[in-house]
C-alpha cells in the first residue's frame, strides 16, 4: 500500500478473521 498505517490496518484485518 502507499501507506503503511493502511496497509497494517488491512493486514490486521485479514489477521483477524
Do not use: P
Not at 6 to 14: D, N, P, S, Y
Request: proline share 0%; no cysteine; glycine share 12%.
Amino acid at each position: 500500500g502507499e501507506t503503511v498505517v493502511k496497509e497494517t490496518a488491512r493486514i490486521a484485518v485479514l489477521d483477524s478473521g
